[in-house]
């Protein structure tokens, strides 16, 4: 049986004088992370139409490779950038793909 896939939601609220500098920040740490890391295959970054909140969906091949994701420079940039702008993390779940 293949291992499941790993997929995280992170919600995130961010002030609206430094959205634009955090989204600029998700996605340097969306496009690095499915570029240099194999076991990332997606990573979206979108943003609330009713909120100032960002959400970023993730996908993983399994734990390891997620873990290995927290390991990499670029993640290291992200997590400067979220303290540096104040942003709060307000939400993160894990769950196991299903399909497809």
Do not use: W
């Amino acid at each position: 049986m293949k291992k499941s896939e790993v997929v995280v939601f992170a919600e995130f609220n961010v002030s609206t004088t430094n959205r634009d500098a955090f989204l600029e920040l998700c996605r340097f740490d969306a496009e690095r992370s499915v570029t240099d890391e194999p076991g990332c295959s997606q990573f979206d970054v979108s943003t609330s139409n009713d909120n100032a909140n960002v959400v970023l969906y993730e996908v993983y091949d399994d734990q390891a490779a997620f873990d290995y994701h927290l390991t990499t420079p670029h993640y290291a940039t992200f997590a400067d950038g979220v303290q540096r702008l104040g942003v709060q993390i307000t939400l993160v779940r894990f769950f196991s793909r299903q399909h497809p």
